[in-house]
């Protein structure tokens, strides 16, 4: 079932920018990790090492911002400004991760902002097109 076209309403980003942006963070950081652990999400880390990452899902006013080391993700940042910024609706992040449309796409439909270091974008969107999203619980989830 495709995504459908919505953008969440002033109520809903008004009643998500007072939460802590911490659980949705480390929910974000422990999905990466367990995907990279089943080696569904190949991510050669070492060129992700030491960079921070925020992930701004604009309709929900909601940043995520996490970090990587040698072998895994954590929550939080050094306090600097990201390396690399993705920054979308909710319907399009979805859209991505199932595969509805590709990156590129959306980016040069200025769907999704891609900002800061630019090779390390290229990086995360080469691993965002290689990661087999109909072997996640998402795509099960999102079939029923």
């Not at 920018?17 to 929910?27: I, K, N, S, V, Y």
């Not at 950081?29 to 652990?37: A, E, F, I, P, R």
């Not at 990587?68 to 909710?90: Q, V």
């Amino acid at each position: 079932m495709p995504v459908p076209d919505f953008t969440l309403p002033p109520f809903g980003r008004r009643w998500l920018q007072r939460l802590p942006a911490t659980p949705p963070a480390w929910l974000l950081v422990h999905s990466l990790n367990q995907l990279q652990k089943r080696q569904v999400l190949a991510a050669d880390m070492s060129l992700l090492s030491g960079k921070t990452f925020a992930v701004e899902i604009c309709d929900a006013g909601l940043t995520l911002t996490f970090c990587a080391d040698d072998e895994r993700f954590h929550t939080g940042s050094s306090g600097d400004a990201p390396d690399l910024r993705l920054a979308a609706n909710l319907a399009d992040f979805l859209r991505l991760m199932l595969r509805e449309e590709d990156p590129d796409t959306l980016f040069f439909s200025r769907r999704l902002r891609i900002e800061g270091d630019t090779e390390l974008g290229l990086i995360v969107k080469n691993l965002l097109d290689s990661v087999d999203w109909d072997s996640t619980p998402l795509r099960r989830f999102m079939q029923h």
